[in-house]
């Protein structure tokens, strides 16, 4: 038996890393994980048995830790609006920034705003929010965009598009273990037309950050995660908002909201071009911190 006051300082002691505070929130993490030790009985001191295995493989995550790879690779799950989503190299990190993204859009409804409440054109069975409404995400990644919206809006008939194949297989993973039924494809949104029309609602997180901020970004991000679905142009950075927001112009029923996660530095450029599309009613929408970090329209 350990107690798990120690265990806590010496995976803290192992990691490599200036930031004090993310240490100690991934040994929680990783404690929880490997022990089932919450943060409460690191606190309370509560005895635990370490058994050989569990030992190992706390070295295993810790020696992974400090080549700087993300501990949501290292554990194969991120947490995502209170549920748990595998995570895979090769697929983006769900990130709390796009929890904001699906909690505008789960609120919109709520607020009768948009047609997760209602249409000018009336569809049998849409009396009761969300309840017939389509949904597509664009780069859906693992999944966590789709899978939320379905199991956040009741009644909601939601699709979702990657161009990796090992996105759409941790995206249907996801979905398998957290029940939600959602239609998952292959398909590239600068190069493809979208197979659905009648849409309500579109949402997407597409790639935003141009090259020249790569120097800038941390390690374990820029080694570990994929490329393809960071980073744009240097010279046309709003190439998938431009595509996005064409094909949302076709695939949307009136009135439909097109909703996407953009760069900070982009809101008005994003803006300029929904408005070029037929989108009113555009907006950019600050996150918590007062950045920049959604833009939305409605196709009226």
Known sequence: MKNSKALFRYFVSRIVSDDAEEVDAMA?????????????????DRSVAVSPAAAEKMETILNRLNTGEPLQYVLGEAEFYGRIFKVRPGVLIPRPETEELVRWVV????????????????????????????????????????????????????FAVDVSDVAIAVARENASLLNARIDIVSLDVLKDPLPWEGLDVIVSNPPYIPWSEKVSMRRNVTEFEPEVALFVPEDDPLIFYKAIAKQASRALRRPGLLAVEIN????????RVFREEGFSDVEVIKDIFGKERIVKGVLG
């Open 264 to 271: 900070e530095r982009f809101g008005e450029g994003v803006a």
């Open 107 to 158: 609120e919109s409804g709520d607020r009768s705003r948009y047609p997760l409440v209602s249409s000018q054109e009336p569809v049998v069975g849409r009396q009761q929010p969300g309840v017939g409404i389509r949904v597509l995400d664009i780069g859906t990644g693992t999944g966590c965009i789709p899978v939320t919206l379905f199991l956040e809006i009741p009644g909601a008939e939601v």
């Open 28 to 44: 929680y993490i990783v404690l929880d994980h490997v022990f089932s030790i919450s943060r409460t009985d690191v606190l309370a």
